[in-house]
Structures are given as C-alpha cells and as structure tokens.
C-alpha cells in the first residue's frame, strides 16, 4: 500500500512538472518578438528608447542623438586649453569627441556654406562660423595676446583626461578647439544640447 502511495506522489510530481515546463513553452512562443527586415530576431533592447542627448537641426530635418550613437562614432582625441578675460587658464587636457564636421555630415543636404548656432542646456546660445567650424581660430599666449590664426579641430567633447564628463556645469556633452593652445574661453561651450545649422 505505501509503495502504491510512493508511485502515485511520484506520478503527481512528474505531472506538475510536465504542465509547468508546457506553459513555459506556451509562453515563449507567445511572446512578442522584435524582428529586423530579413525576418531575423533583434534581440536589441528596442522597448527602451535611448534618451537624446544632441539635436541637430537643418530646415526641417532634424537628427536625435543618444549618448550611445555618438560613442559609436568615429572619436577624436586632442590636447587644448582655453583663457577668459581674467586670464584664468584651464587646461591643457586630453580631451575625447567627435569632430563637429563628423556630426553635421550626418545631414543628408548640408549646405556648402553655413554657420551653427549651438544652445547649452541652461539655454545659452552660442555662435560659430565657418572657417570656426573648419578649426580656423585665433590662438592666444598666457597674456591673450594673440598669436595669429591656426588651424585647429572643434570637437564635441565627452570624456577629459580619459574620464567622461560628469559635472553638470560641464557636460555631458561640451564643445572644444584641440591640436594646440591655448584660445579663447568663448570659443568653448558647456552643457551642449543642440546643434541648427544656418545656411549663409
């Protein structure tokens, strides 16, 4: 009689088993599954939109960057510095981004000639032309007096000194000349957050 009871607490067991490991199964295959255009499964993370981090805007097309999509593209390191009105100098630093000409190529129709406004997060506006855009800037010593134009490469920076940039007064994003230093300090912009392109 108790061996009758063992084979049936046995037999329950495998049952439970067999139905638990079944409504797996259902559940698996009734699961919403992302796929790309060859009919292949994303396994990506696409429910969870990455949140922008740049805008860059021409006319009436307009580009959304994560943090992600920029550390994916081609980086840039180089070292510059830069000194205000006050001759207060800060750098020279390593600094990590993309080239400005790297993103704004992004653009399918960018105009052949154009300045950029940039807006930080705090609302400042800055404006750059050109040949700033192409690098052409002025360099200055450790009195401001200048030195003459060179030609230098704007970045949108994202790390300094190998480490990104977490101060919310700087980044996440910022906007800096290297190859050389130093110049000046309002040429820079912090707290980047837009980027519209005006065709001249």
């Not at 207060?88 to 981004?97: H, Q």
């Not at 750059?128 to 009195?143: A, F, H, M």
Request: charged share 20%; hydrophobic share 35%.
């Amino acid at each position: 009689m108790a061996k009758e009871d063992n084979t049936s607490k046995m037999l329950t067991i495998l049952l439970v088993i067999v139905i638990a490991i079944s409504a797996i199964i259902v559940l698996y295959i009734n699961i919403p599954q992302n796929k790309t255009d060859d009919g292949k499964i994303d396994n990506s993370e696409t429910n969870e939109e990455s949140e922008t981090i740049l805008t860059v805007i021409y006319g009436n097309e307009q580009i959304n960057f994560s943090m992600d999509e920029i550390k994916a593209m081609d980086s840039y390191t180089g070292q510059g510095a830069k000194i205000n009105k006050k001759l207060t100098i800060t750098g020279p630093y390593n600094f990590t981004g993309i080239k400005m000409s790297t993103i704004l190529s992004e653009l399918e129709n960018l105009p052949t000639n154009y300045s950029i406004d940039t807006t930080s997060t705090d609302g400042y506006l800055q404006h750059y032309t050109y040949n700033q855009i192409q690098g052409v800037v002025e360099k200055l010593n450790e009195t401001r007096a200048s030195l003459g134009n060179v030609s230098l490469t704007m970045i949108v920076v994202y790390m300094q000194e190998g480490e990104e940039i977490t101060d919310p007064d700087d980044g996440p994003l910022m906007i800096a000349f290297v190859d050389d230093y130093y110049t000046d300090s309002g040429l820079w912009a912090r707290m980047l957050a837009s980027i519209e392109i005006i065709e001249e």
